[in-house]
């Protein structure tokens, strides 16, 4: 995927010559995730299934510019850590290699960090004037803030994603400027996480699975 986000920057900035106009704006997004992943226990090689759906805000910041064909290639950044999802589970026994119950509850919440979708839009032919499609890859750093009572702490990592999306645009009542609303879906891939390790040398595994995400997005903007 990387190979893939490299092309599209090369032609984002070969294409620039042929652009009519350059276009910036701000955009929300109401969105929705779906994700699930295996949690492996130190010591005990315990492993735990878990999976969580929710909804979450994410403001960004786009610039895009209008082809001759009428095709539009666009920058989408996120301009901070965006909170997708958070989790927590009490245990009644966190070091399971003694003869002793400890109880603890671990607590993390899970951001979007610099992430960067470069995207193409396509006109779509159809009686309602505006109609697009959008293809996008996008790159972020999947940010873990952690809270762990079993004293494990684990790193961040970038990860890759490809969207697909339908829209509409049009100008603004007021003339001054134009909206968009859109539809897409994402897919993302997963990571292993490995936790830092104990006194014993060994540490707790997390295993992402790839993800999904959907959402509905408003963007307005204006043309230089």
């Known amino acids: 995927m990387k190979k893939i986000l490299v092309t599209l920057f090369a032609t984002l900035f070969a294409t620039a010559t042929y652009a009519q106009n350059?276009?910036?704006?701000?955009?929300?997004?109401?969105?929705?995730?779906?994700?699930?992943?295996?949690?492996?226990?130190?010591?005990?090689?315990?492993?735990?299934?878990?999976?969580?759906?929710?909804?979450?805000?994410?403001p960004s910041l786009f610039i895009e510019t209008e082809l001759d064909t009428g095709a539009t290639i666009g920058l989408d950044i996120i301009p901070y850590s965006a909170k997708v999802g958070d989790a927590s589970n009490s245990r009644t026994d966190c070091d399971t290699d003694d003869g002793s119950d400890t109880a603890c509850t671990n607590k993390v919440d899970v951001n979007f960090k610099n992430h960067i979708t470069l995207y193409v839009e396509g006109p779509i032919p159809s009686a309602i004037d505006g109609m697009y499609f959008k293809l996008g890859v996008s790159n972020v750093t999947l940010e873990t803030d952690e809270n762990l009572d079993t004293g494990s702490t684990y790193g961040d990592a970038d990860i890759m994603g490809v969207s697909l999306g339908i829209g509409k645009k049009a100008a603004l009542p007021t003339g001054d400027g134009f909206y968009k609303i859109e539809a897409s879906v994402s897919r993302y891939e997963g990571h292993e996480f490995t936790g830092s390790q104990d006194a014993d040398s060994v540490s707790n595994k997390v295993k992402l699975d790839d993800f999904n995400t959907a959402g509905i997005r408003f963007s307005v903007g204006k043309t230089f």
């Not at 994700?35 to 979450?56: I, M, N």
């Open 22 to 58: 350059y276009s910036i704006g701000v955009s929300g997004m109401a969105l929705y995730y779906d994700a699930s992943g295996t949690e492996t226990v130190k010591s005990s090689g315990e492993t735990h299934d878990k999976s969580d759906t929710g909804l979450a805000p994410i």
